[in-house]
């Protein structure tokens, strides 16, 4: 855990400016074929407040924000460094990763997150120049205007529970791709015919028009049925051809 600027030394990050760290992302672009090749990486915000324990994080916002800017500037520094070099390569998406939110809401007020948060994300965003998804889970709307104004291009996973994607649609849908909504719960417990409802719905509400892909809420945790997880699947290649024809 890092407790105090004396322990920033101890944070050791693998050399965003060498090309080994490179290497295998470089091995799959060669040889991606017709695949989309997707980059996946933290922001450094998440990471951050890993780091320092969320408890003493939350405490060091009001006691210590320096030290909470500084654990920032390392984690959000050496992902700007990383989604510059991966652009460079023939991916086809940047998925940046950071959770700012529970169902209830932001773990932040959006005041401080604007303030805290956004200038290093903006920082990120200069890098970016590839299509780029943010993923958060829980409910970010009240954060939507700043993460927008980052230029991002889609938003993951819309989670169910904590989401409306569907009023998402409507307010968003001419320019952010919508990714997710299928609920993990259902993919954990359902029955494969549910999960084929489910995606058939998504994709007759949030389809028409283009911009949404059918994925998990969250992710596919281990414990997913694999029967389910495979109807989703299946239900994507079903119902999922452009224009939606689903009455």
């Keep these: 855990m890092i407790r105090s600027e004396d322990d920033l030394q ?8 060498g090309d080994r760290l490179y290497e295998p992302l470089a091995e799959w672009a060669a040889n991606k074929g017709e695949f989309s090749l997707w980059m996946v990486t933290r922001q450094g915000l998440f990471s951050a407040m890993l780091s320092i324990g969320m408890e003493r994080f ?7 924000p320096a ?9 959000c ?15 086809d998406v940047l998925a940046s990763t950071d959770d700012l939110a529970g169902k209830s809401g932001p773990f ?20 970016v120049t590839k299509p780029w998804v943010l993923h958060s889970d829980g409910d970010v709307t009240p954060l939507l205007d700043d993460l927008l104004s980052l230029g991002i291009d889609g938003l993951h996973p819309n989670e ?5 994607i569907r009023a998402m649609k409507r307010e968003h849908g001419e320019r952010l791709c919508l990714l997710g909504n299928v609920d993990l719960n259902l993919l954990t417990m359902a029955e494969p015919e549910d ?26 945790a281990h414990y997913c049925r694999i029967e389910n997880v495979m ?17």
């Design 58 to 64: 939350c405490v060091a916002l009001h006691e210590r």
């Design 67 to 75: 030290f909470v800017e500084a654990v920032l500037d390392i984690y």
């Design 195 to 220: 999960v084929r409802d489910e995606v058939r719905g998504l994709i007759r509400d949030v389809g028409p028009g283009g911009g949404y892909i059918v994925t998990s809420g969250n992710s596919l």
């Design 231 to 247: 109807a989703m699947s299946e239900a994507t290649r079903a119902f999922g051809a452009y224009p939606p024809a689903i009455g």
């Design 77 to 91: 520094g050496w992902a700007a460094a990383v989604v510059e070099r991966a652009c460079a390569l023939d991916i």
């Design 108 to 127: 932040f007020s959006p005041a401080l997150f604007h303030d805290l948060v956004m200038p290093r994300f903006r920082a990120i965003g200069q890098a």
């Design 160 to 164: 169910k529970g904590a989401m409306d």
């Design 10 to 17: 101890i944070i050791d990050l693998p050399d965003p400016g």
